[in-house]
């Protein structure tokens, strides 16, 4: 019984041989090729090279599934997280105005890596052939650290992101509005007029962001300029915020629309 088993397993080797050397020529004409490398194994690489730049530059669309459906990885998290924040926001100029731009895919999001706070919002306006906006596109950059802080359960950073959601989505209703032209944002202040043009932008923003905070008990968290709405002295807290940002001359013509 035994010399019948030996016998048996003698009389496969060679096969077994055959099918192992097959298998690792194949491994090895695998491992040769780059095509055969899949996409994620290259990834977490090419993630880590794009946290040396400020803002990521690679557009984050709205994910097709549910949230609980998409990916486990961080930025997946991030994302889904942030749309439901932007669908569940107090306030009708986000969930309402902005949000249905951002999923349609005319507004883009960007993540800003490192410990920046604040968001952007850049337009890009669609024109007919005689130069009229005929529809409002852009993107709008969000600190991605303030973002993940916010999903982990931090209540700062969570009303702190409704507030900067909420400041972009003022200034994308600037736009689209037309009470003020793209190139207050887009491009450098070069007159008087731009200069004062780029501070009532702004001042309308940080506004609505303190009424807002005000109306939730959240304005302590912009206590640096949110402990009045006083004009006057709403305007000087303001200023003394936003003038240190500037390295041209635009708050010297801010402080003489100041004391108009």
Request: glycine letters at 4%; a negative charge.
């Amino acid at each position: 019984m035994r010399r019948n088993q030996t016998r048996s397993k003698t009389s496969f080797a060679p096969l077994i041989l055959v099918v192992a050397t097959s298998i690792a020529i194949v491994i090895l004409m695998g491992m040769g090729s780059p095509s055969t490398i899949p996409g994620s194994a290259l990834a977490p690489a090419v993630v880590e090279a794009s946290r040396t730049e400020d803002v990521l530059e690679s557009i984050v669309r709205p994910a097709r599934t549910q949230p609980h459906e998409t990916s486990t990885s961080s930025l997946d998290l991030n994302q889904a997280f942030l749309w439901e924040v932007l669908q569940a926001h107090p306030k009708k100029e986000v969930y309402d105005v902005l949000w249905p731009r951002i999923a349609s895919g005319d507004i883009s999001i960007k993540w800003i890596y490192g410990t920046h706070a604040d968001g952007h919002f850049r337009p890009a306006p669609v024109e007919d052939a005689d130069g009229h906006m005929v529809n409002l596109m852009g993107s709008i950059s969000i600190p991605l650290d303030l973002v993940d802080r916010a999903r982990r359960g931090d209540s700062v950073r969570i009303a702190y992101l409704h507030i900067v959601l909420l400041h972009e989505a003022v200034h994308y209703e600037q736009i689209a509005s037309g009470r003020f032209s793209p190139d207050v944002i887009l491009k450098e202040a070069a007159t008087p007029e731009e200069c004062v043009a780029g501070w009532q932008l702004e001042r309308e923003a940080y506004e609505r962001e303190c009424r807002f905070a005000m109306s939730v008990g959240q304005d302590w968290i912009l206590r640096s300029y949110c402990t009045t709405l006083e004009p006057e002295a709403f305007d000087r807290n303001l200023f003394e915020v936003l003038q240190p940002r500037r390295t041209d001359n635009c708050p010297t013509f801010w402080m003489a629309e100041l004391r108009k």
